[in-house]
């Protein structure tokens, strides 16, 4: 009778899915990542997937993302959490945590980067992907950037990378080599080899390099032509892993460059492969879209399908380029948990999505009973160092950011609030102060004052709303009477280009700063709201 009872009630739980519509869909839309999410790695662990994603100066850095069907991604940590092994003071918004690899190796994952600024290449491990993760290990003599690892069937360890080349023969000419990793003596052994200049004698600017070995041969994976419009992917193979690789004659394997800048999606490129439980194979890689012209959201992550015709890969077979949407991967659904649209900081540490921009040196923040504490300090965001400045990722083109603040000052200096930013010379502003509300944009450098209102409450809503590439800023004292301060701002802000760094992304959250004199104060935020409101119109 249990049996029967446990049949009939799976029966009804399968019907539910039909009747409500929670039938799994037969499709999925890219990107899968969507908003700041460059350089993706990918590795597999029975049937559980990890990404990690550069970071640059964010703090903590090198996010890591869980997935049981390549389709839905739950951030379970961040690989890079100890201030005292990672300086990124004096670095601009585009230096920092590039191109990191992931991989597992005998019950270990490795991650693979390069802290562009500070001591250079480093590798990292740990049990858990979700950490935590060891102390670098920092590699001297490791010459350029964006380093992968690879073991061949031999046991031996290596490392792969790219670095630049003092005599070109063309411009921007950059060589992918391979060299010997000793784990246990923690450093590069033998001799080293060049495996690749790119598929042509004109590639730019040749990276992003991963090895494996399919179907008994090696092959290389390597972007070329530059993280912009002529991004691209090519592969290379070889019966030896020192090569000599020969490109293959379909290169570049991946690319949007010869679509024009018309095409919704660009920048195609930085990829890296897995093959599923299932024997299917997929690619994981960086792209762009267009927000009415410019891009605001940086490069994202995105998901192709891959099948091999001999040793060449093929991303979505019969199209070639990587699609707004396709059938999703021969996995079983398994959604995630939304990341909650409000945060009311009442859990003991903040969500993993909030982030500093550079090292803190310092604690600067506390969550007391769900309240989100931050110490004025006399660090501004406009220097290259660590302010009182906590942001998460904006993920989509139109969105929604609020926060509730209390705050009083009786000094001109201490200001706190709400901050879109994206580098130190590209960022607005909304700040309670003295008596006042003001909305200050820093572009290129130099700093506005868009609106200053009288406003003498301890207690303000701060809000953004973003839509068609236009923030409108709004004040008040609860979220059912708020007043508009000042026009709407364009996002071209924290757009691409615009002297905005090409690699790092936007962020949305809040600030406070006593401009360079000691103070005591705080600022107290009650709960700070974010919500995407993709328009999937805003391509043109």
Request: glycine content about 8%.
């Amino acid at each position: 009778m249990k049996l029967k009872a446990l049949f009939f009630l799976l029966l009804i739980v399968g019907s539910n899915f039909s009747i409500f519509g929670q039938e799994p869909p037969q499709t999925f839309k890219n990107p899968i990542i969507s908003g700041y999410h460059p350089d993706p790695s990918i590795c597999r662990v029975g049937e559980d997937y990890y990404l990690v994603n550069s970071s640059f100066t964010w703090f903590p850095g090198l996010p890591i993302y869980h997935s049981k069907d390549l389709v839905n991604w739950e951030q379970i940590g961040n690989a890079v959490t100890d201030p005292e092994h990672y300086d990124f003071d004096g670095l601009k918004d585009k230096l920092g945590l590039f191109a990191p690899t992931i991989r597992h190796h005998e019950g270990v994952f490795y991650i693979i980067n390069t802290c562009v600024g500070c001591k250079m290449n480093f590798y990292i491990t740990a049990k858990d992907p979700a950490g935590p993760w060891s102390d670098p290990v920092w590699l001297p003599d490791a010459p350029g950037i964006d380093p992968s690892i690879f073991w061949d069937d031999n046991g031996k360890c290596y490392y792969t990378g790219m670095n630049g080349i003092k005599e070109k023969d063309w411009p921007n000419q950059t060589v992918v080599y391979n060299q010997e990793l000793d784990l246990e003596k923690q450093k590069l052994v033998g001799e080293r080899h060049e495996l690749t200049y790119g598929h042509a004698n004109n590639a730019s600017y040749t990276e992003g390099p991963h090895l494996y070995k399919i179907n008994g041969k090696y092959l290389l994976l390597v972007s070329e032509g530059g993280t912009e419009m002529n991004h691209a992917m090519s592969v290379h193979h070889s019966d030896d892993i020192n090569g000599p690789f020969v490109t293959d004659i379909v290169n570049p394997v991946l690319t949007h460059r010869h679509l024009g800048k018309d095409y919704p999606l660009y920048a195609i490129g930085h990829g890296d492969l897995v093959q599923t439980q299932n024997g299917e194979w997929w690619a994981v890689m960086l792209g762009k879209r267009w927000n009415h012209g410019i891009t605001t959201l940086a490069r994202e992550t995105f998901l192709a399908k891959v099948d091999f015709e001999g040793q060449t890969p093929f991303f979505n077979k019969g199209k070639g380029v990587v699609l707004p949407e396709q059938k999703r991967p021969d996995l079983p659904w398994t959604p995630v948990p939304e990341v909650p649209i409000v945060d009311d900081f009442n859990g003991e540490n903040l969500a993993f999505k909030w982030c500093t921009i550079r090292t803190p040196k310092t604690s600067f923040y506390t969550l007391e009973e769900g309240k989100l504490k931050v110490k004025l300090r006399a660090e501004v965001m406009e220097n290259l160092v660590n302010s009182s400045l906590l942001l998460q990722r904006i993920t989509a083109h139109d969105f929604e950011a609020s926060t509730h603040l209390s705050f009083k000052t009786s000094k001109q200096n201490e200001q706190a609030g709400l901050s879109i930013y994206r580098t130190n010379e590209n960022h607005i502003n909304l700040l309670k102060v003295k008596n006042e509300i003001v909305l200050l944009e820093s572009f290129k450098g130099s700093i506005t004052e868009i609106a200053r209102v009288p406003y003498k409450g301890k207690e303000v809503v701060l809000k953004a709303v973003a839509k068609d590439m236009k923030v409108q800023f709004y004040f008040g004292e609860d979220k059912s009477k708020m007043t508009p301060i000042g026009d709407a701002r364009s996002l071209i802000v924290i757009a691409d280009a615009q002297g905005n760094a090409q690699f790092n992304g936007p962020g949305v959250g809040v600030y406070a700063t006593s401009n360079g004199v000691a103070s005591k104060n705080m600022a107290v935020f009650d709960w700070f709201s974010y919500e995407g409101k993709e328009n999937e119109e805003v391509v043109d």
